[in-house]
């Protein structure tokens, strides 16, 4: 048996109705906010770069070039994490998170009641607008939500023409354009410029031992 805990990516054999997902998410699209407050683009040392040296240049010193994100389930009582930013905050594995009563998306709550999850934490929509650029970053630096045994899965509603790129030990990979796949972001990743909107949800929580029947091991990396 396959030991999801340990994947960086795998693609799950999980299926669903991209055109159906998407009526859902569309509505929301006015509703979301800047995935980040600090800007993505900074002069750090990367170990790869999705934007060209033009594009770095304009982008630096903003975040209005990158993620937008809502999330779709809260904590009561944190205004915060209504955005379904990345920040380790909105990565509390302990707290109660439950779906938002403002937000009506019968369609993604039926997806994610199908996956094999012990218990569900943010629930968040991460969107491209079509000529943006999702800058590369690394998740969870602190480990809080990883060492805490969270994972995510992500169902990829529209890929806005581009793939999910990363590095891991010194290698560039590209994930294929897989409708659910298994991602742990804490290594580099990034997404080139998007001429369409790039739309997914991520869904974190502790998986079900279920999980590991739908990991397809052909396409999958340990960490
Ligand atoms: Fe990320």
Request: charged share 20%; proline share 4%; aromatic share 18%.
């Given at each position: 048996m396959i030991d999801v805990q340990s994947l960086r990516f795998a693609r799950l054999k999980f299926d669903f109705d991209r055109e159906r997902a998407m009526k859902e998410i569309v509505p929301l699209l006015p509703l979301m906010d800047w995935a980040?407050?600090?800007?993505?683009?900074?002069s750090v040392v990367l170990p790869?770069?999705?934007?060209?040296a033009e594009e770095e240049r304009a982008y630096a010193?903003?975040?209005?070039?990158s993620w937008k994100t809502i999330g779709l389930t809260h904590i009561p009582?944190?205004?915060?994490?209504?955005?379904?930013?990345?920040s380790s905050r909105n990565r509390n594995v302990i707290a109660q998170w439950q779906w938002r009563e403002d937000i009506v998306v019968p369609y993604l709550k039926e997806l994610v009641a199908a996956l094999p999850f012990e218990s569900i934490q943010s629930i968040r929509v991460i969107a491209l607008f079509p000529g943006h650029v999702g800058g590369v970053h690394h998740d969870d630096t602190l480990g809080m939500f990883y060492n805490a045994g969270a994972r995510s899965v992500t169902l990829n509603i529209s890929d806005g023409g581009q793939r999910l790129e990363f590095m891991q030990h010194g290698q560039h990979y590209t994930l294929s354009n897989y409708p659910a796949f298994i991602f742990r972001d804490d290594c580099y990743h990034g997404v080139r410029k998007v001429d369409s909107l790039r739309a997914q949800l991520r869904i974190n929580g502790l998986f079900a031992p279920g999980m590991a029947d739908l990991v397809d091991q052909k396409a999958s990396l340990a960490v």
């Open positions: 980040k407050s600090a800007p993505y683009f900074k790869f770069t999705v934007a060209s010193g903003s975040n209005y070039f009582g944190v205004e915060t994490s209504k955005l379904g930013r990345s």
